[in-house]
């Protein structure tokens, strides 16, 4: 299985600022998922990067808001823009090593004030 | 994607045996069923993964229904880590790659 190694752990920001999350593997994976998960709720999909093409998004997220990039097979970011206090949650990356080798990140917790 | 319906909560005491019901009535007849937990202030971690038979692995049993239309996770003998949020997902077979997509899942209480 691979490790995931995400930065920062939490972090609390006022609204109208941005804020990047880096998420780091260590082995070269093809996709990288990007997921929210808000307060006391199930995770939710944001979107899908690959490496060397623009990250697919899911349906009620757009990438001026939520911009990710995915420079290289072992690295991705997702950016968390123009924050308001709604977007107070956890974001987690993953990726898929096998049919059943989905690896997730501890999370970001980010609390907007 | 098919649904999956799975009680909100479950409690169990310690050492004893769990078994977490999931409801997939319109599941494709080529999708896995898959189940991850999530412990608290942690990400989902892989449990255990059945296409028709009973599967075993070291963390838990999968028994699926004979139409499939339901499964169930077992732990064997609860302990106060198995405290999570358990999920089943299912997930077709193929060679592209899939996104996991979390249903509401179900907390399990362990009690001392």
Redesign the interface.
């Known amino acids: 299985s691979a490790v995931?190694s995400q930065k920062p752990s939490r972090d609390i920001c006022q609204r109208g600022t941005s804020l990047t999350i880096q998420c780091q593997v260590d082995s070269q994976v093809?996709?990288m998922?990007w997921?929210r998960q808000q307060p006391g709720q199930?995770?939710?999909?944001i979107a899908?990067a690959n490496q060397g093409s623009e990250a697919t998004y899911e349906s009620g997220f757009v990438i001026d808001k939520f911009p990710i990039s995915r420079p290289n097979l072992t690295f991705s970011t997702l950016t968390v823009s123009n924050m308001s206090p709604e977007d107070s949650s956890i974001y987690?990356c993953?990726v898929?090593l096998s049919?059943?080798?989905?690896?997730?990140?501890?999370?970001t917790r980010l609390t907007v004030v | 994607d098919a649904k999956t319906t799975q009680p909100n909560s479950m409690e169990s005491n310690e050492e004893e045996p769990v078994h977490l019901p999931c409801n997939h009535s319109t599941i494709s007849g080529t999708d896995y069923i898959h189940w991850y937990r999530q412990l608290p202030s942690q990400g989902p971690e892989y449990v255990i993964h059945g296409l028709t038979s009973n599967v075993n692995n070291r963390m838990a049993s999968l028994a699926i229904a004979e139409d499939r239309k339901s499964s169930t996770l077992i732990l064997h003998r609860a302990t106060l880590r198995d405290a999570a949020v358990y999920y089943c997902i299912p997930l077709a077979m193929n060679t592209g790659f899939q996104k996991l997509v979390f249903g509401t899942g179900t907390r399990l209480l362990v009690s001392p």
């Open positions: 995931i093809t996709m998922f997921y199930s995770l939710t999909l899908t987690l993953s898929q049919f059943y080798g989905y690896t997730f990140g501890s999370g």
